[in-house]
Nanobody, 116 residues
Framework: QVQLVESGGGLVQPGGSLRLSCATS????????MAWYRQALGKKRELVAEITSGGFVNYADSVQGRFAISGDNAANTVSLQMNSLKPEDTAVYYCNAVARHGTLYWGQGTQVTVSS
């Protein structure tokens, strides 16, 4: 059974930084895509950043230039470096992985709170 586990969330002041990590287990096959989504209270879940096995990356406009996604295909891990955090970045952040056969997997989420 494939499992995704996020870590690295927490409380940070505006302008600060956090690094989220996602570890996977239950498969030795690399994923086609790994990504980070977030869901703020009362809002829909949205894509933050994604990276393909070939290294293509894509960011939401709201985080472009502030966040950086990186992945390790061999280890099936993905990280998200978040800099210059803003209160509007407050959300539960979810790790997502898409297997080559199309199945989607989700982590349980980690809370990120940006507040002074």
């Amino acid at each position: 059974q494939v499992q995704l586990v996020e870590s690295g969330g927490g409380l940070v002041q505006p302008g600060g930084s956090l690094r989220l990590s996602c570890a996977t287990s239950g498969t030795k096959n690399s994923f086609a895509t790994m990504a980070w989504y977030r869901q703020a209270l009362g809002k829909k879940r949205e894509l933050v950043a994604e990276i393909t096995s070939g290294g293509f990356v894509n960011y939401a406009d709201s985080v472009q230039g502030r966040f950086a996604i990186s992945g390790d295909n061999a280890a099936n891990t993905v990280s998200l470096q978040m800099n210059s955090l803003k209160p509007e970045d407050t959300a539960v952040y979810y790790c997502n992985a898409v297997a080559r056969h199309g199945t989607l997997y989700w982590g349980q989420g980690t809370q990120v709170t940006v507040s002074s």
